[in-house]
Every structure is written in structure tokens, then in C-alpha cells.
């Protein structure tokens, strides 16, 4: 199975911050990386696919990028509604495997 | 608009089997671009996905549970279905339903998802 790794596991911020979350996978996975951000005691939102691509309706103050092993979650600007924990996810083989997610506290 | 809504019951006891019911509403479960999925997620820790059917029956399912689950779709209820048999209360989780998206190859992601569904297993 590949092991997707988290950094860190939690972080400390403040609105208007830029945020950066790191997300590390055990083999390459080409651009095989999804994020989600899941509010407590809510299902997890989707917001990026393909490692870079926002979906549909996703504030542009979000972005992606990487390959190969390492990828980024950026957030710009943070908002209040950004407060939540992230996890990446990889699509490139089953068992899809998440992250072990980073919460991003006030 | 999709919406997707687990149901079952909230308390297993433990060697029994867990069942739960996804319903599919504002979109049909026969899409051919699309497969559902069961994700759960253990109290205070990460998502572990359970297993993905298409319409047709199709499964995927992740080798670690493979052994003791069963997915099963009804497309004439726009629903899908998870058991999980001898249960163990490591297997007390939130179960979420999703829908997953394929767009080719490996490019997959769940986009929408159910609230969840606690379930607890206990004597």
C-alpha cells in the first residue's frame, strides 16, 4: 500500500496568514493527489484534484502543485472558514490511501 | 443537486455484521462516470477507504477488510450498501458514502459525500 505522510500534523495560524501543508507519498504517484479539508463533525469537502486542479466553486485563494512524491496544499490569505484539518489523498493505486491529515488551528 | 444519506442502525455488537444503506438523491446511481464508495473514519484519527461498485456491480475493495466486506448496489432504489461481518470495536467509526469521479486512469476523487454514520460496536 503507499503511505501518505502528513507535515505537520497540526499548525497554528492566523487570518490573512499564507499556509503551506506538505503531503509526502511512500512512492512516486505521478500527479495522483487529491486534498480535501473536513470541518469537525462534518464530511469531508473536496478541493483539489490532479494535485493542482481547484474544483468547481473552490475559493482561488487555494492551490496545489507537486509530483512525483511531494505535494503542497497552499493557502493564501487565510480565512475563518479555513479552519479545519486537511488530508491528501492518492488515486494512482488501490488501496486509496489518505494522509493522516493536518488541522489548522486558530 | 446530489445528495448522498447513510442509514443503519448506530450500535453493533461486537462478531456481528455492520449494514448500512447509502440513498442517492438528485442524481441517478446508473452514471456511467461515476462509482460510490464507502470511506470511514475511527474517532480522532484519519479516513480509510473501505471499498468503491459501479452501477453494474463492479467492486474495488481495499485488501484489508477485503475478507470480511460485501458492497452491493440496487439501481432500481438509487442505492448502494456496505456489510462488514464479524465486527470488533476497532471497526466503531463515522462511515461515510461518497460518489467518486473518474475521469481516466488514475485520475479519481470523491467529490461528493454523505454526513456520515456513527456506529459503534459494543456489546
Known amino acids: 500500500d503507499i503511505q501518505m505522510t502528513q507535515s505537520p500534523s497540526s499548525l497554528s495560524a492566523s487570518v490573512g496568514d499564507r499556509v503551506t501543508v506538505t503531503c509526502r507519498a511512500s512512492?512516486?504517484?505521478?500527479?495522483?493527489l487529491n486534498w480535501y479539508q473536513q470541518r469537525p463533525g462534518k464530511a469531508p469537502n473536496f478541493l483539489i484534484y490532479a494535485a493542482s486542479t481547484l474544483q468547481t466553486g473552490v475559493p482561488s485563494r487555494f492551490s496545489g502543485s507537486g509530483s512525483g512524491t511531494d505535494f503542497t496544499l497552499t493557502i493564501t490569505s487565510l480565512q475563518p472558514e479555513d479552519f479545519a484539518t486537511y488530508y491528501c489523498?492518492?488515486?494512482?493505486?488501490?488501496?486509496?490511501?489518505f494522509g493522516q491529515g493536518t488541522k489548522v488551528e486558530i | 443537486q446530489l445528495q448522498l444519506e447513510e442509514s443503519g442502525p448506530g450500535l453493533v455488537k461486537p462478531s456481528e455484521t455492520l449494514s448500512l444503506t447509502c440513498t442517492v438523491s438528485?442524481?441517478?446511481?446508473?452514471?456511467?462516470?461515476?462509482?460510490w464508495g464507502w470511506i470511514r473514519q475511527a474517532p480522532g484519527t484519519g479516513l480509510e477507504w473501505i471499498g468503491s461498485?459501479?452501477?453494474?456491480?463492479?467492486?474495488n475493495y481495499n485488501s484489508s477488510l477485503k475478507s470480511r466486506v460485501t458492497i452491493s448496489v440496487d439501481t432500481s432504489k438509487n442505492q448502494f450498501s456496505l456489510k462488514l461481518t464479524s465486527v470488533t470495536a476497532a471497526d466503531s467509526a463515522v462511515y461515510f458514502c461518497?460518489?467518486?469521479?473518474?475521469?481516466?486512469?488514475?485520475?479519481?476523487?470523491?467529490?461528493?459525500w454523505g454526513q456520515g454514520a456513527l456506529v459503534t460496536v459494543s456489546s
Open positions: 489523498q492518492q488515486s494512482y493505486s488501490i488501496p486509496w490511501t
Open positions: 461498485i459501479y452501477y453494474t456491480g463492479s467492486t
Open positions: 438528485g442524481g441517478s446511481i446508473s452514471s456511467l462516470t461515476h462509482y
Open positions: 512512492q512516486t504517484i505521478s500527479s495522483y
Open positions: 461518497a460518489r467518486r469521479v473518474d475521469l481516466g486512469g488514475s485520475l479519481k476523487f470523491f467529490d461528493n
